[in-house]
């Protein structure tokens, strides 16, 4: 994508640099049709640009090669421009929109929020159905871990709207008496949304509740690789929403391209940590502010001391139970003691069997690999000789139906495939320790997560787990349920991302908080104003440092 929006910022800036020299009032023909004039030649300079360089080429090359790069890039070139054209006006629109004051009302954001959870109550088949094309996500696993949760954020905004939006007192000093302070939340302006393909209606909609509540007007990019739910999201949104206001631009590379290329007022990314890197790039350009929520690989400690059967059916929730492990907050991979790993991974086998049953990819109740290109992603680590022989559990693969069957690998190497970046799939691979001590060193040696796990009654181990180990959230004795809890802030650290959302956070997110501070005209202290004296001098020592007593001797003269 990086590639792709210099080819259109390079393709677009130079003969709109020249052209942008015309003086807009030659005529009004030309200043009707800017745009359109503009990115007409923007196609003919790549065009002509294509042929002169290219036919140097002729001698060295095959003709049909040269046709295609030729025609080929040049058709990309157009979709980026168009995209760019499309991008520019929604900008331009929403900001009219947000200048007319309409999204700061509570009114609006009230009216906007009651027509998000309509959607989730009145379309609730039709979700389910896209998650299932998308990724053949259980119904279970739908309603509870996407449409119930963008419900319960709709209602908690709801109920907690009229408090997030009043002024926040605060306390004033000596130096300032008479006078009272405050801090007041405002809406930042027009903010986009990328959102991520394996929650996509969750993780579309929960940042724009934030947006909404704030009173911004929000561009929704919903991710392509979930194509089915990008086509819900943007007819149920065209249909419930104030469309001025809230839009959605579905489509991939171009789109995402030219969306970056514009001036926003904050973006907010979820996805991977090389996308987000291009958006924070794009965004320095504007000065953008930024909320990546990225990932990283999950940490879950096992203790001995521990129900060990709970245990293991809450990782095993956490892990496949979520979407078959292509979750950001998924245990990535478990560390224990070199004693207690067989135990665990019989405790784990046998509970998947219970859930999965003994032929676990003919289970309803795990989602599919989102994509081949993701199956194969996965295969690769599987067949990865380091830790092809270390498999204890599952390995069994169909691609036809993009299934992988959940899978325990023991004792893997650290320079393995598998231990090198986030899993994001089936797969759990179980470090050993010879304390279990040791395993909060082990963790740290890596880059902070974006969750962390332990398992365990050790009172000292639970102290120590949460002094000294860095992530975005910890859990003990569980796995993912932090993110149910609305006054908790969801986000990453390092490497796993900057900024967090969820209930207040979310709202806190998309908003400027607006310090005001009021006086009278009574009170006026002369000893701020030239020309200075010692004695003004001392009487504002003794208020600077609060010392009554040094302000009353200095008014008395002493």
Known sequence: MCVYGYIYTYASKRPAFLFNKIPKSISSFYYTHYYGIKYTIIILYCFIYNLVYL?????????????????????????????????EATVKELRATYS?????????????????????????????????????????????????????ACKFALKELH?????EKVKTSMTTF??????????????????????????????????????NAVVLKPSEVAPATSSVLAKLLGEYMDTSAVKVIEGAVPETTALLEQKWDKIFYTGNGKVGRIVL???????????????????TVVDTNIE???????????????????????????????????KLVNALTCELEKFYGS???????????????????????????????????????EKANLKIAPTIMLDVPADS???????????????????????????????????????????????????????????????????????????GVGESGMGSYHGKFSFDAFSHKKAVLQRSFAGDLGARYPPYTTKKLKLLKALLKGDIIGIFRVLIGW
């Open 308 to 342: 060990l059967k709970i245990a293991a059916r809450r990782i095993i929730s956490g892990k496949w139970g979520c979407n078959s492990g292509q979750t950001c907050v998924s245990p990535d991979y478990i560390i224990t003691t070199k004693e207690y790993a067989p």
């Open 359 to 397: 032929d676990p990819l003919q289970s309803k109740d795990l989602s599919a690999i989102v994509n081949s290109n993701h199956f194969d992603r996965l295969a690769r680590l599987l067949d990865d000789e380091k830790v092809s022989g270390k498999i204890v559990h599952g390995g069994q693969r």
């Open 163 to 167: 408090r997030w939006t009043m002024p």
């Open 100 to 152: 007319g004051g309409k999204t700061r009302t509570l009114e609006w954001r009230v009216s906007q929020l009651k027509a998000l959870l309509k959607i989730t109550e009145h379309h609730e088949e039709e979700i389910v159905q896209a998650l299932r094309s998308d990724l053949n996500k259980p119904e279970f696993e739908a309603f509870v871990h996407e449409i119930s949760a963008v419900s319960g």
């Open 281 to 299: 790039a794009a965004a320095a350009k504007h000065l953008t502010p930024v909320v990546l929520e990225l990932g990283g690989k999950c940490p």
């Open 55 to 87: 036919s140097v080429s002729v001698v060295f090359v095959h003709p049909r090669v040269v046709f295609f790069l030729l025609f080929g890039s040049g058709v990309f070139k157009i979709f980026l421009i168009r995209a760019a054209m499309d991008a």
């Open 178 to 215: 008479p006078s009272k302070a405050e801090i007041v939340s405002e809406p930042l302006g027009v903010v986009l949304v990328i959102s991520a393909w394996n929650y996509p209606f969750l993780l579309a909609l929960d940042p724009v509740i934030g947006a909404i509540a704030a009173g």
């Open 417 to 491: 495939l598998i231990m090198s970046d986030e899993i994001f799939g089936p797969l759990l691979p179980i470090l050993t320790v010879d304390k279990i001590e040791d395993s909060i060193s082990e963790i740290n040696a890596r880059a902070k997560p974006l969750a962390a796990y332990v398992f365990t009654n050790d009172k000292k181990l639970k102290e120590e787990f949460i002094k000294n180990v860095s992530a975005g959230g910890l859990l003990v004795n569980d796995t993912t349920l932090h993110l149910a809890v609305s006054g908790l802030p969801f986000g």
